[in-house]
């Protein structure tokens, strides 16, 4: 059981690394954190709509791989 837990926390840090990561990558929608970081002047570089999309499943993909380790360490947690 310590392998699985190990396992799981070393893909729940690797997880919320590479989401935060992805998350700073999407397009800003407004006048918000991401145009402080230049998001506001490279809009009219920014990719086509295809990339934008696969950007979004990318990243809910992992934030369902991070919310599965998340589940998976409490109920080993919880039974152990």
Partial sequence: MDAVRIG????????GLFLTFLILLHKGKGGG????????????LGGSSVAERNLDRITVGVA?????CVVG???????S
């Avoid at 360490?73 to 039974?79: A, K, N, P, Q």
């Fill in 8 to 15: 799981l926390q070393v893909l729940l840090v690797l997880g």
């Fill in 73 to 79: 360490l409490g109920v080993l947690e919880r039974f």
């Fill in 33 to 44: 954190l991401s145009d402080m970081f230049g998001g506001g002047m490279s809009s009219s």
């Fill in 64 to 68: 369902l791989v991070w919310f599965t």
